[in-house]
C-alpha cells in the first residue's frame, strides 16, 4: 500500500495549497493521510468575529467572543469537514498532538511532527508532499518550516514539494500543473463550502473563508495544483 502523507501548515492549506494533488491521489487509491501541524490560533478573524461591526457577506453585527480554545476547535471542525469532503478516510485525518501555535512553527519541530506521524510505516511505503520552503514572493514562516523539514527528510523517505497556489509563478517552466476532473473539481467545491459555512449558534464561523477570502475565490475560480518536476 503507497501512503501519501500531506503535511498542512494551518487548517485551509490542505484545501487551497494541497487540494488538487490529495484528490488526485485519492482517485489513484492511495492510502492518504492529512497532518495539520498548527493550532491556527493567530489569525485575525478571532478578533473581527467579536468587534461588532460585521462583515461584507453576513448580516448583523459580529459580537462572537471565543477563547483561543474555542476559536481553534472552530478552524479543527473546518479542517476535518474539508479532509473528509476532500476524500480522506477519518482515521486518516490528524492534528498532530506536536503541532505548533500558530506561526511559531520551526524546522525542527515540523520534522519532529512529520517523523511521529510516520511512525510505525515502511519509509519505501511512504511518501511526504508538504509545501516547498521557497517562493515567489514573501511566505508564511510556518509553510517554510514544512518544506524545509520535508527537505531534511529527503534521505529516508520519497518527497513531492507543491509550489504555493496564491504565490505561483508567472512561468511554470520545471513545474507540474495538475487540473482536477469533474469528479475531485467536486470534491473541491465541497471542502471549500465547509469553510464558508457560517453557523455561529453550531460553533461554526467560516474562519478559513474570512481569513483568506481572495485566496478562496482565486482558487475555486482557477483550482489547480503547481508540484515540482521530479
Known sequence: MRHV???????DDELTNLGVDLCKEVSAGSAVHVVLCTDGSASGVKRMLCRGDGCRWHQGPHTYTLDIPAFVAARDAEFTES??????PRENIVISPLRAPDGALSADRAEAIM??????????????KTLAPTSAYRQNP??????TAA???????AVSLLWEFILRPADLTGFTVLRPTDAELSRIKKAA???RLWQPERGRYAVGYHSVADEFDDFLREPIGIRFDE
Open 5 to 11: 502523507f500531506y503535511f498542512s501548515p494551518h487548517q
Open 142 to 147: 510556518d509553510h517554510t518550516a514544512v518544506g
Open 115 to 128: 517523523r511521529y506521524a510516520l511512525m510505525g510505516y515502511a519509509p519505501e511505503d511512504c511518501v511526504i
Open 151 to 157: 527537505e531534511r527528510l529527503k534521505g529516508e523517505y
Open 193 to 195: 463550502a465547509g469553510y
Open 83 to 88: 479532509c473528509l469532503a476532500l476524500g480522506v
